[in-house]
């Protein structure tokens, strides 16, 4: 153990900042951890395409390296790729983004949230955003030095955040409202109504919206509106948009921002000095995704739906209440009979069953009660994890 000149060991908290000190580990990957050692684990768990990137998009990439395309890009990203994310967009969203000013490409959704909270948030500001949500949200606000207020969300409602929920907790500190429809952990898509609402009180409270669009793609016999397409609200939205789910292109990092170009300059500021840039690889890739991956993205999405089909009827039939998801590749079933908390729940899942599910408490606290379960996986094995949950159950239904 390191020691100090004094001969004492070193005390790293002390030396970590507040902010750093102030979030968890993602309750994700401390479960994974436990399941990395063991065998004949079915995984439930991660939110990762068990597709390869389709062929025509790794073919692509492997021609430019042979080519000798190697080296850095320009910051923003390859003028080839922010012109075809501007037609992508244009016939997508109807939406008109400049390519030289209003896009910036970015290391995956993930960068596009950091950028997008640095950009716009001084200490102490805050971001409304649904409980349960994504685990990255509420950590980026605070890393970037604000405050995440979170508004509860129930099955009742769909897993859909409230316009006037969102409305009762502005304050003078208020920033911006965080959305991504189709969600992650609930897979609950948003109706235009509630959009239309949403978007009313932000234009009137003078609020931005980030919209989270990673699953946009994912969705099962609804249509999906982005908030940014709703009248007026192209200049007082940042759309984060990616490849990692749509294009099962998870290992390649990429993904982008659009919006107003002040906004868009502000990230860039921040990306250049800390990226640089997206890889050159992961580029031109997403070049060939947005030209010709939409055969492929239809494909994957049909067969998700029939797992989605297949594993929540399944959930309802052995006792775990599960609402219908009509997006992203989540089923987030209802655990609550069994009187287990979810990471009681998934952890002895895991030791007697050998399934692995995400406990719903680590995507916040209106989380508690639900689990998460990815069916981005074979249906053979949904099957299986099915059985062996109804056998988990049964033994564990609360008397
Ligand atoms: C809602 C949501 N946003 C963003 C991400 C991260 O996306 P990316 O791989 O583009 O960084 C994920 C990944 O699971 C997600 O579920």
């Known amino acids: 153990m390191p020691m100090t000149s004094k001969g004492q060991p070193m005390k790293y908290r002390n030396l970590i900042s507040q902010r750093v000190n102030q979030i968890s580990p993602s309750g994700i ?7 990395a050692s063991m065998e004949g684990v079915i995984s439930l768990g991660i939110g990762e395409p068990d597709f390869a990137t389709p062929w025509h998009i790794r073919e692509a990439a492997i021609s430019s390296i042979e080519k000798g395309y190697t080296m850095y890009t320009s910051n923003s990203g390859m003028p080839e790729l922010r012109q075809e994310l501007s037609r992508y967009l244009k016939n997508n969203y109807n939406l008109a983004y400049d390519p030289d000013s209003e896009l910036v490409i970015t290391v ?12 716009i948030l001084d200490p102490g500001d805050e971001v409304i955003m649904p409980d349960p949500c994504y685990v990255s949200y509420p950590s980026c606000v605070i890393l970037a030095g604000g405050t995440p207020i979170m508004v509860p969300t129930y099955q009742e409602n769909n897993f859909e955040i409230s316009p006037a929920d969102i409305e009762s907790r502005i304050t003078s500190r208020t920033k911006a409202i ?8 609930t897979g609950a898509v948003l109706s235009q109504d509630k959009l239309t609402q949403i978007a009313e009180v932000a234009q009137r409270r003078q609020l931005l919206v980030i919209s989270d669009e990673i699953y946009a793609k994912l969705v099962y016999g609804v249509e999906h509106t982005c908030i940014a397409t709703l009248p007026g609200m192209k200049t007082s939205t940042i759309l984060l948009g990616g490849f ?12 982008y921002a659009a919006g107003p170009r002040g906004i868009i300059a502000a990230m860039t500021k921040i990306h250049q000095y800390t990226m640089l840039c997206a890889s050159i690889m992961a580029q031109v890739a997403a070049i060939e995704a947005l030209k010709s991956g939409e055969a492929s993205t239809n494909e994957m999405v049909e067969e998700y739906n029939r797992r ?3 594993i929540v009827k399944g959930f309802n039939d052995i006792g775990l209440p ?7 590749f989540y089923a987030f079933p209802s655990i609550k009979g069994t009187g287990m908390t979810s990471e009681e729940f998934s952890e002895r899942l895991l030791i007697e069953e050998k399934v692995a599910a995400v406990p719903g408490s680590a995507f916040g606290q209106y989380g508690e009660g639900y689990v998460r379960c ?20 049964a033994k564990h239904q609360a008397k």
């Open 322 to 328: 599960c609402f219908e998801p009509k997006g992203a």
């Open 244 to 255: 990692s789910k749509a294009y099962a292109m998870t290992g390649w990092r990429i993904g």
């Open 308 to 310: 989605r089909l297949v």
């Open 29 to 35: 990957r401390r479960f994974f951890d436990l399941l």
């Open 178 to 185: 965080l959305i991504g429809y189709p969600a992650n952990p």
């Open 108 to 119: 995956g959704v993930s960068e596009g949230l950091d950028l997008a909270m640095r950009a």
């Open 374 to 393: 990815c069916y981005a996986t074979s249906l053979a094995d949904i099957e299986e994890a099915l059985s062996r949950m109804k056998r988990f159950v």
